[in-house]
């Protein structure tokens, strides 16, 4: 199954039993992140949740 990310159009083809092709077609809507849009996304998150606690800085 040939799908195409949202975010940097490249190309990718999946398993289409996989989960992801699974949510893609039960969920029309649902786009479809290639694994390195994935990890960027997930970086970015991850820092604004960061960014939300209170983290005492030690010095490193
Ligand atoms: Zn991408």
Redesign the pocket.
């Known amino acids: 199954m040939d799908v195409i990310?949202?975010?940097?159009?490249?190309e990718e083809t999946i398993d289409r039993h996989s989960y992801a092709a699974r949510r893609l077609r039960s969920q029309r809507n649902h786009a479809y992140?290639?694994?390195?849009?994935?990890d960027?996304i997930k970086v970015n998150t991850e820092k604004r949740l960061a960014t939300g606690k209170f983290i005492v800085n030690k010095g490193y």
């Open positions: 990310c949202a975010l940097c159009d490249v992140l290639c694994p390195t849009c994935y960027r």
